[in-house]
């Protein structure tokens, strides 16, 4: 039982260049997020998913998307990066809050820096 | 939407001392509210969490108390350690949504001094 994993730990990218970062659980939960963690300002939801197919947008979804084609899958897309998205990635997932637990598990971080 | 604000932002104590730190959220629907501690180069993980129908909770050194009145929480370590050295972020979630969604505070970086 992996958790959360994240796949890559680090990146470089020059500005305008693309990529896209891989979020992947084996909890079965149904939720999954995309945070943002830049220092002196905790961290901000990029975007999220309540299902298999759904995705919503979060405080600062501006300059990415995802995808959410399989339960255990969230991907996170940069489609041209600029040097306001270097940052640390967190992907974290939680059960349906609908239990008596809906505590968020955190992955163990993308380092991105755009040049 | 809500807003989650986090004070302080550095906290340095003794060992041996208690730390405090306190959060205010705005969204008077909130109705739960983790704290998760993150070591450096470390993910964040859940230490403690606390419901809107509880006003305490306590874990052997760590307790959280919880006024819905003044929408304001704590996170309270007793007895600090070197090893509790570390950034701690509050976080809140609506209970309007069904989403699931926290908003996080700022974070405190806590120095426990040997």
Known sequence: NAGVTQTPKFRVLKTGQSMTLLCAQDMNHEYM?????????????????????????????????????????????????????????????SIHRDRLTDTQYFGPGTRLTVL | GENVEQHPSTLSVQEGDSAVIKCTYSDSASNYFPWYKQELGKRPQLIIDIRSN??????????????????????????????????????????????????????TTLQVKP
């Open chain 1, 33 to 93: 997020y995309w945070y943002r963690q830049d220092p002196g300002m905790g961290l901000r939801l990029i975007h999220y998913s309540v299902g298999e197919g759904t995705t919503a947008k979060g405080e600062v979804p501006d300059g990415y998307n995802v995808s959410r084609l399989k339960k255990q899958n969230f991907l996170l897309g940069l489609e041209s990066a600029a040097p306001s998205q270097t940052s640390v990635y967190f992907c974290a997932s």
């Open chain 2, 54 to 107: 509880v006003g305490e909770k306590k874990d052997q050194r760590i307790a959280v108390t919880l006024n819905k009145t003044a929408k304001h929480f704590s996170l309270h370590i007793t007895e600090t350690q070197p090893e509790d050295s570390a950034v701690y972020f509050c976080a809140a979630r609506s209970g309007s949504s069904n989403t699931g969604k926290l908003i996080f505070g700022q974070g």
